[in-house]
């Protein structure tokens, strides 16, 4: 599998778009940047979480 087609599965299972519905849709790019947001700071809260603990 190349580059494009993971990079196509992945928008398709994550975000239920073709990467041409993504980058044609303001709306859709909005949603989706929203969501990646969204899981980088609760990734970011759960390592907070646990960096004390761990040092």
Known sequence: M???EIIEKSM???HGYTVKEY????DKIIK???KR?????????????FSPKMG
């Open 2 to 4: 190349d580059t494009t």
């Open 12 to 14: 398709h299972e994550n």
């Open 23 to 26: 980058t044609n849709d303001i």
């Open 32 to 34: 989706v940047e929203q």
């Open 37 to 49: 947001n969204k899981s980088y700071e609760q990734s970011k809260q759960i390592a907070n979480e």
